[in-house]
């Protein structure tokens, strides 16, 4: 993980979601100030994208709930589509509920904030 402050419960998170919530490729969690959406300029909690075989994600700093939170949409959203083609036509709406990342962001908060004794972090 990089960027500052150090956050070692970010990290810990970040990694219990690494080996719960697989993704395809390594993620690489940074704080980014001033986080805006690179095509609208709009501020942003998080933003996750794939560069080559590496996936990142990038979180405005802010209180270590927020950033968790943020987090664990942004890891939603590389488990699933539109990152992986072959999904993409099933998930066409990333943030519906009822599609796989739907799925997938409600059984990763559901770990880390309903039953947070599964993760201890």
């Given at each position: 993980m990089?960027g500052?402050?150090?956050l070692p419960r970010?990290?810990?998170?970040?990694?219990?979601?690494?080996?719960?919530?697989?993704?395809?490729y390594?993620v690489t969690?940074?704080?980014v100030?001033?986080?805006?959406?690179?095509?609208?300029?709009?501020?942003?909690?998080?933003?996750a994208?794939?560069?080559?075989?590496r996936?990142?994600?990038?979180?405005?700093?802010?209180?270590f709930?927020?950033?968790?939170e943020?987090?664990?949409?942004?890891?939603?959203?590389?488990?699933h589509?539109?990152?992986?083609?072959?999904?993409r036509?099933?998930d066409l709406r990333?943030?519906d509920p009822?599609?796989?990342?739907g799925?997938t962001y409600?059984?990763i908060?559901s770990d880390?904030f309903?039953h947070?004794?599964?993760?201890k972090i």
């Amino acid at each position: 993980m990089r960027g500052k402050p150090n956050l070692p419960r970010l990290a810990k998170a970040a990694a219990w979601l690494a080996e719960h919530y697989p993704t395809p490729y390594p993620v690489t969690v940074s704080l980014v100030k001033g986080l805006r959406d690179h095509h609208t300029g709009e501020p942003l909690w998080g933003s996750a994208y794939c560069k080559g075989k590496r996936m990142f994600i990038e979180l405005k700093p802010g209180s270590f709930a927020t950033m968790v939170e943020t987090l664990a949409h942004e890891w939603a959203h590389l488990v699933h589509a539109p990152y992986h083609r072959q999904e993409r036509r099933r998930d066409l709406r990333e943030h519906d509920p009822l599609t796989g990342w739907g799925n997938t962001y409600a059984s990763i908060y559901s770990d880390l904030f309903d039953h947070p004794e599964r993760c201890k972090i």
